[in-house]
């Protein structure tokens, strides 16, 4: 069987990178891996990280590039990838123009699809954008899908989808974070941990589209509120979007109790995690990395396509509206009850054996054709 695993950037490198690794240690299977590389840093952090080296790099990322631009260079530069292998199945992961583009070209060669994280929906097409219509697209054109819960394999039944053709995995990224957080921390986060001895600390990601302008500004308010206590430290990597540097920056630069970071890699990020006291955040994986560890996490978002987290009260969602951001941190923050309510709550999202999983799944279908 012969395997062709796409990707492009950071999210889908964690989530991918523990199935590329079972997949290499299949002797029944011949892979291969194409990055399209349309966030190169980030993605690259991760592929050093897991010592993964890919066999075709298309290298697609350019400075402020539209989705247009980006979906018309997928299609013309990964299709030769597809001549020169010929794969028998394809996968991906996710909800990103990567993952759409290439489900779509793989559907035009007749060519089979297994979508990973399969089924997350806000049924909002609007929110998140792209990505809500980008893994519908994926999951039109998927062969098998590999559902990290039984809410995801539910909204796929309600589209249809034959519930053979439905796999509940777990999501590798429980089995990317088993990895990372086995390994040493880094001297940064040490450095920092030493720095802020005796202050909670509080993480926060916040960089979607759907919040650039007056949401990203509400929450830097809501922040800089927060900071006023004395009590913690709020540590914020700003993502190197301008429409998120520039009002982090106006509004909480220089600010007493907050850091502003640049990009953290994955690495150091997950240790971060480890050793926060409460996450802000509108990121997804963080939704699901964050209960492994057992942090409360505010979702800055009006939607989230992963309710599982908010089911199980390890998550809650608080938009964008200042007054609600700094009300529900607080509770957060001095309600021990509350606290231990949320960071107790069990994790929804798998063991850390999603990838084998995956893998079993995709040799029954080979041999069931055979």
């Known amino acids: 069987m012969k395997i062709l695993s796409v990707f492009g950037t950071r999210p889908e490198a964690v989530k991918m990178a523990p199935i590329v690794m079972q997949i290499a240690q299949t002797p029944e299977i011949e892979s291969r ?4 590389a349309q966030h190169r840093q980030m993605l690259d952090q991760v592929l050093g990280l897991f010592q993964i080296k ?18 018309s260079s997928i299609f013309k530069y990964l299709d030769p990838v597809l001549t020169d292998f010929n794969p028998d199945w394809i996968l991906v992961q996710g909800d990103t123009t990567t993952v759409a583009i290439t489900a779509l070209l793989a559907y035009y060669r007749r060519i089979k699809v297994g979508h990973v994280e399969a089924g997350l929906r806000t049924h909002d097409k609007w929110q998140p954008f792209p990505e809500e219509i980008n893994r519908r697209v994926a999951g039109v054109t998927a062969d098998l899908h590999f559902a ?17 053709d439905i796999i509940v995995t777990g999501n590798p990224v429980i089995d990317a ?9 880094p001297k ?4 920092i941990i030493e720095m802020y001895k005796g202050k909670r600390i509080i993480l926060v990601t916040a960089h979607r589209r759907e919040n ?65 006291t409460l996450i802000l955040t509108d990121s997804g994986g963080i939704q699901e990395e964050a209960p492994a560890f057992g942090i409360p996490v505010l979702v800055l978002r009006e939607t989230t396509e992963r309710p599982e987290g908010v089911e199980a009260g390890a998550l809650k969602l608080v938009g964008t509206d200042t007054n609600h951001i700094v009300q529900e941190a607080k509770r957060l923050l001095d309600d021990e009850s509350e606290y231990r309510k949320m960071s107790k709550a069990s994790n929804p999202y798998g063991d850390g054996h999603a990838a084998e999983r995956i893998v079993e799944a995709l040799l029954r279908a080979g041999d069931s054709q055979v």
């Open 177 to 185: 974070l088993k990895f990372v957080s086995e390994q040493e921390t």
């Open 33 to 36: 891996l194409c990055v399209t």
């Open 212 to 276: 650039f302008g007056q949401p990203i500004e509400n929450i830097c308010f809501a922040l800089k509120e927060l900071a006023a206590r004395d009590d913690v430290q709020i540590i914020y990597p700003v993502h190197l979007n301008p429409n998120v540097q520039e009002p982090v920056k106006r509004i909480l630069g220089d600010t007493q109790n907050i850091t502003l970071l640049p990009p953290l890699d994955y690495l150091p990020l997950v240790h971060l995690m480890k050793h926060s």
């Open 54 to 71: 890919p066999d075709y790099d298309l290298d697609l990322m350019r400075e402020n590039q539209s989705l247009p631009e980006l979906s």
């Open 148 to 164: 990290p819960t039984n809410w995801s394999r539910n909204n796929l039944l309600r589209e249809n989808v034959l519930d053979k």
């Open 188 to 191: 940064e986060i040490l450095e």
